[in-house]
T-cell receptor, first 116, second 112 residues
């Protein structure tokens, strides 16, 4: 058990819909990362938050957004869903004081999104 | 941009054998961190080993060790005395500011 909790574990929805994925980081971890894992694109970094502020942005679509709340949990919002958004979405957390993260990322078990 | 290349989509070895998974990366940075993550059928991403680029000594964690060649930008993972539980996808990853950049992965199968 990594200590990172993601909900829901599985989600099936239709094209055009909107979903929210939730992540609770390990106790004490200030940084949260979101990744998308699909068969054709592999593991793609989406976005990072540090202590409530956006820290880095990767290959995140404009239809996707995220935020980190004062209690440090994070939500990833996916809207106007398309078939190609079907993937496993991982959240990871780490302790990061500032600058470059040098430590281990602790991953949740992922949320499996299926868009029909 | 950083890229990470794993040239072996799948490998299969017998239990107790030694296997080496290859990884090359491209960066213009001098200080960075490299990782190998394991993803078993449970989907959980598990850190196997970490290497800091400024350290010349290769990292070792029990049966897992790396061969880090900074000039060649190569970072291979050696698994000694392989076990059935080592069957998994293995991802090489590069970290600097922001998130990890992963390779496409190598599916390692340990045969009994």
């Amino acid at each position: 058990d990594s200590g990172v909790t993601q909900t829901p574990k599985h989600l099936i929805t239709a094209t055009g819909q909107r979903v929210t994925l939730r992540c609770s980081p390990r106790s004490g971890d200030l940084s949260v990362y979101w990744y998308q894992q699909s068969l054709d694109q592999g593991l793609q970094f989406l976005i990072q938050y540090y202590n409530g502020e956006e820290r880095a942005k990767g290959n995140i679509l404009e239809r996707f957004s995220a935020q980190q709340f004062p209690d440090l949990h994070s939500e990833l919002n996916l809207s106007s869903l398309e078939l190609g958004d079907s993937a496993l979405y991982f959240c990871a957390s780490s302790v990061q004081s500032s600058g470059v993260n040098t430590g281990e990322l602790f991953f949740g078990e992922g949320s499996r999104l299926t868009v029909l | 941009a950083q890229t990470v290349t794993q040239s072996q989509p799948e490998m299969s070895v017998q239990e107790a054998e030694t296997v080496t998974l290859s990884c090359t990366y491209d960066t213009s940075e001098n200080n960075y961190y490299l990782f190998w993550y394991k993803q078993p059928p449970s989907r959980q991403m598990i850190l196997v080993i970490r290497q800091e680029a400024y350290k010349q000594q290769n990292a070792t964690e029990n049966r897992f060790s790396v061969n880090f060649q900074k000039a060649a930008k190569s970072f291979s993972l050696k698994i000694s005395d392989s076990q059935l539980g080592d069957t998994a996808m293995y991802f090489c990853a590069f970290m600097r500011r922001g998130g990890l950049t992963f390779g496409k992965g190598t599916h390692l199968i340990i045969q009994p």
